[in-house]
Structures are given as C-alpha cells and as structure tokens.
C-alpha cells in the first residue's frame, strides 16, 4: 500500500494508509509508514496501531495471533472479554495489550510459591473495578502509534526521526 505524508506544524508527520473499512473489526493491516512497519487494528469503533517490533528481541509482533482475554465467572464456565484484546508475538508468545502496547508477562521474575485460591471471575472483576485488586503490569510496552479517522480514511500520526549524526 502506498503512503502519503503531510508535515505537522509539531515535526509529527501524518500518513494514510488505507480507508477504515480496509481493516475488519479484529483485524490487522501492516502497512509501511516512514520507513517503520505498522500494525494498524480495528478493535470495535476504534483504531489502535503497534510498531512492528517486539519489545523483547524484535520479532515481527504484529503478525502474531489477536487474542481475547479470557475469564471464568465460575468453574467450568470460560468467557472471553472483547474489550480487552492482545496480539501475542509469533517468536515467543508474550502477549501486549493492543491498545495500550503494555505486556503482563516479565521473565525476569524468578517464580516462589504463592497461596492460591479459586475465585468467581464475576468477584474478581469487581474487585478490581472496585480498586481492591489490580492486574499487575510488567516492563515492556510496545511503541503505540496515534490514529485518527479523517473522513474515510485512517491517518497514522509519527513522531519525526532523530536526525543522523
Ligand atoms: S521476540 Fe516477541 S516474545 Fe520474544
């Protein structure tokens, strides 16, 4: 797919990279904008793009699987939550929020032992919804890339590149 850019007062330069409904709801189109390959996603109404790039050792993260969050309100009885969506590199499968880039998994943790129990889903949404408990969020955040709608087509907004010395 061709690119066009405009200049940006900021030094943030513009691109479009296709007409919204190029990208089905769940979808993913890899487009090629100032020099950067770009995962552009459609989650719903909305449009979240990722850099190409995983943040552990470079592979290709946006050609890998979109996956849906999954709970269970009680055993047996698995759900997936469609607000919450995550593509999973196809080198090592660390999964990053598509919409915010953040990952929940850190290797470098060393794994003890911790008391466990079983919970209705159902009790733990509402005890995070409620700030009694909370998704602990790991280091690495892949680069999220602004986009916006004009008219039909979506516009990528990137930073300008830190000139060669
Ligand atoms: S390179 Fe993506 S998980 Fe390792």
Not at 120 to 134: P, Y
Request: net charge neutral; glycine share 12%.
């Amino acid at each position: 797919m061709s690119e066009q850019a405009s200049a940006r007062p900021s030094g943030a330069r513009k691109f479009i990279v296709g007409r919204s409904s190029d990208v089905a709801d769940g979808g993913c189109m890899i487009v090629t904008a100032g020099g950067r390959e770009i995962g552009v996603y459609r989650l719903g109404d909305g449009f979240h793009a990722l850099l190409n790039r995983c943040p552990h050792l470079g592979g290709p993260l946006c050609l890998g699987q979109v996956v849906t969050e999954v709970f269970s309100p009680v055993p047996g009885d698995v759900r997936g939550n469609s607000d919450r969506r995550f593509v999973a590199c196809p080198w090592h499968n660390w999964e990053f929020d598509i919409r915010t880039g953040q990952s929940y998994w850190n290797p470098k943790l060393r794994a003890r032992t911790v008391p466990v129990g079983v919970e209705a889903g159902s009790d733990v949404a509402t005890a995070i919804a409620d700030g009694r408990a909370e998704r602990v969020a790991g280091p690495y955040f892949a680069e999220t890339i602004p986009v916006t709608l004009e008219d039909d087509y979506i516009v990528l907004t990137l930073r300008a590149a830190p000139s060669a010395r």
